[in-house]
Structures are given as C-alpha cells and as structure tokens.
Nanobody, 124 residues
Framework: QLQLVESGGGLVQTGESLRLSCAAS????????TGWFRQTPGKEREFVAS????????YYGDSVKGRFTISRDNAKNTVYLQMNSLRPEDTAVYYC?????????????????WGQGTQVTVSS
C-alpha cells in the first residue's frame, strides 16, 4: 500500500499564495506520476495538475495555468503544488493521487492511490 498525506491547506485572501505538499510512504513511490485534483460539494473531482516521475513532464488544468506550479522531490517522496494569485473559485478540498503507470492523466479513474485531502479556502 502507498499512503499519501496532503498538508499545507488553509484560509487565505484573494491574491495570496499557498504551497501544498503530498508526502508518500509505504510501498515505493518510484516510477509513479502524481496528480492534484480538487473537489467542491456537489461537483465532480477536477484535475488541477500532474507530474510524471522524472519531474520533467507536467500537465495543468486550464483554470490554473500560469498560477499554479507542480514539482516533486523524489528524494523526499514529496510532491508540491505552489498556488499563486489565489481566487475564491479555487476554494475546494485538494487531493493528491498516485498513478503507478506514470501517465499523469487528467482522469481521476486512472490513479491508484489517493490521499485524504486538505481544505483550501480563499476569501474575497
């Protein structure tokens, strides 16, 4: 089993920044792509960003391009999501997920392990 734990969420004002972390433990994290998704009540889980194991290939959802940056430190088994210029519409529970096939897909169904989520709230 691979355990993922998100941290770094909180309450910020419009225009401020947060950095989320996703720490992996348990089975090896080696070779996994990692994705960030977000969800608000009554809505489907939305793709935010993903990064393949190498750290070179990244993908972003249209709503966060230019504002969010995903990165990883494989030595620390941790993936980060730097979120700048936050907006009220970014308010959601943010989840990280691991894809054993290293695809970095935009589809939640293609991820094998999920964390419990961390709440991000952006006030106007």
């Amino acid at each position: 089993q691979l355990q993922l734990v998100e941290s770094g969420g909180g309450l910020v004002q419009t225009g401020e920044s947060l950095r989320l972390s996703c720490a992996a433990s348990g089975r090896t994290f080696i070779g996994c792509a990692t994705g960030w998704f977000r969800q608000t009540p009554g809505k489907e889980r939305e793709f935010v960003a993903s990064i393949r194991w190498s750290g070179v290939t990244t993908y972003y959802g249209d709503s966060v391009k230019g504002r969010f940056t995903i990165s990883r430190d494989n030595a620390k088994n941790t993936v980060y999501l730097q979120m700048n210029s936050l907006r009220p519409e970014d308010t959601a529970v943010y989840y990280c997920a691991a894809d054993l096939s290293n695809r970095g897909s935009v589809y939640p169904g293609q991820y094998d392990y999920w964390g419990q989520g961390t709440q991000v709230t952006v006030s106007s």
